[in-house]
């Protein structure tokens, strides 16, 4: 298996701009997971799906910050616009919920740099 | 929602000494993860710890889940370059997401 994928794997925009970040998970994996990873505020989850439903929201930082899993392959992150303070590693897990032990296995992350 | 918190944020150690992380919660816990994230990469599962007590090893890494099931550590002896990197403990929050503590900063000076 190929793993969690991520693309890109650097971006580097303007502020302003819009970004968007696509991860692909697991092959069978059911649960799909976004983080941020900053040197202030560590790893902190954003939101995660289960079954491609967005279960948890609550650490998306603001209206700014959109996710989508149209289908279980998929699953998109989007910062509209996007502003310096967004500059961190976004990192993309995912797991297969109801076994017994929910190992997260994570992507190589999309090293974002908003100017 | 769920606190942990994950001591010391960094330690350096010269090359064969060894090392301790703490993982510490105030509610009692239904099972413990540790992850690695080595520089510039992405956090890979170590192991889950369920039971109270707990004791499990991988190679030079012991891994201890306490008999009141609130916090664990993760020992390595004598460590090696290939150590460095900063370990993660995580603990379930609601539904079947994890929290990450903030983990532990670990520098191996040759």
């Known amino acids: 298996d190929a793993g969690v994928i991520q693309s890109p794997r650097h971006e580097v925009t303007e502020m302003g701009q819009e970004v968007t970040l696509r991860c692909k998970p697991i092959s069978g994996h059911n649960s799909l997971f976004w983080y941020r990873q900053t040197m202030m505020r560590g790893l902190e989850l954003l939101i995660y799906?289960?079954?491609?439903?967005?279960?948890?929201d609550s650490g998306m930082p603001e209206d700014r910050f959109s996710a989508k899993m149209p289908n279980a392959s998929f699953s998109t992150l989007k910062i509209q616009p996007s502003e310096p303070r967004d500059s961190a590693v976004y990192f993309c897990a995912s797991s297969q919920r109801g076994t017994e032990q929910e190992t997260q296995y994570f992507g190589p992350g999309t090293r974002l740099l908003v100017l | 929602g769920q606190q942990v918190m994950q001591i010391p944020q960094y330690q350096h150690v010269q090359e064969g000494e060894d090392f301790t992380t703490y993982c510490n919660s105030s509610t009692t816990l239904s099972n413990i993860q540790w992850y690695k994230q080595r520089p510039g990469g992405h956090p890979v599962f170590l192991i889950q710890?369920?039971?109270?007590?707990e004791v499990k090893k991988q190679k030079r890494l012991t891994f201890q889940f306490g008999e009141a099931k609130k916090n664990s550590s993760l020992h390595i002896t004598a460590t090696q370059t290939t150590d460095v990197g900063t370990y993660f403990c995580?603990?379930?929050?609601?539904?079947?997401?994890?929290?990450f503590g903030t983990g532990t900063s670990l520098t191996v000076i040759p």
């Open positions: 799906f289960n079954n491609n439903v967005p279960i948890d």
């Open positions: 995580a603990v379930p929050n609601t539904g079947n997401q994890f929290y």
């Open positions: 710890l369920v039971k109270s007590g």
